[in-house]
Nanobody, 115 residues
């Protein structure tokens, strides 16, 4: 059974940094596309960044140059390094993958950017 557990969220001032972690079980992070999505209040969930099994990455235009997705196969963990955070980055961030046609989501971690 696939489980994704996020951590690393919190309250940070504008311009600050956070690193989110997604520990995976039941799926090998290097074998599938892993992604980070976010959902702000009263907004639709949106794709923030993804990394394929081959290591190709994708970033939403709104985070390009500020966020970096990576993985550690020894820890079976996917990371999202977030720098130069802005108030509009405030959202619940979710780890996501698909396996055998099924979608799997973590429980989410809250990121709040505020002074």
């Amino acid at each position: 059974q696939v489980q994704l557990v996020e951590s690393g969220g919190g309250l940070v001032q504008p311009g600050g940094s956070l690193r989110l972690s997604c520990v995976a079980s039941g799926v090998i992070v290097s074998g599938y596309t892993m992604a980070w999505h976010r959902q702000a209040p009263e907004k639709q969930r949106e794709l923030v960044a993804s990394i394929t099994s081959g290591g190709s990455t994708f970033y939403a235009d709104s985070v390009k140059g500020r966020f970096t997705i990576s993985r550690d196969t020894t820890k079976n963990t996917v990371y999202l390094q977030m720098n130069s955070l802005k108030p509009e980055d405030t959202a619940v961030y979710y780890c996501h993958t698909t396996r055998v046609g099924n979608n799997y989501w973590g429980q989410g971690t809250q990121v709040t950017v505020s002074s």
